[in-house]
C-alpha cells in the first residue's frame, strides 16, 4: 500500500491510498515511481491546490525519473527527510 496523509487547515484531514495488486503485468511486487507519481497527480485532483509532499528516503522516491517529474510540477513542492 502507498498511501497520502493529506491535512488543509480548518479542513478534516484526509487518506488518498492505493493498494499493490499481487499480480503486476511488469511481475513487480512493489510500486515504481510511477505508480507513486499516479498518486500523487490522483491527491492533486482531489485535492484541488498545491501539495508539500514530505518524502523519507524510499529509493523509487529518489529516482531520477521521479525527481525530474516532481520538479516539472509547479504545484508540488518536495521536502526531502533526512537520511
Not at 6 to 28: K, V
Not at 38 to 66: C, E, F, K, R, S
Request: proline letters at 7%; a positive charge; charged letters at 20%.
Amino acid at each position: 500500500m502507498a498511501a497520502l496523509l493529506c491535512y488543509r487547515f480548518g479542513q478534516p484531514s484526509r487518506l488518498i491510498y492505493r493498494l499493490c495488486p499481487d499480480a503486476r503485468p511488469d511481475g513487480r511486487k512493489s510500486f515504481s515511481w510511477t505508480d507513486y507519481l499516479d498518486l500523487i497527480q490522483t491527491a492533486h485532483h482531489l485535492l484541488g491546490g498545491p501539495i508539500a509532499l514530505v518524502w523519507d528516503n524510499v529509493n523509487t522516491h529518489l529516482t531520477a525519473g521521479m525527481r525530474r517529474c516532481t520538479a516539472d510540477r509547479e504545484w508540488l513542492t518536495v521536502i526531502q527527510l533526512p537520511p
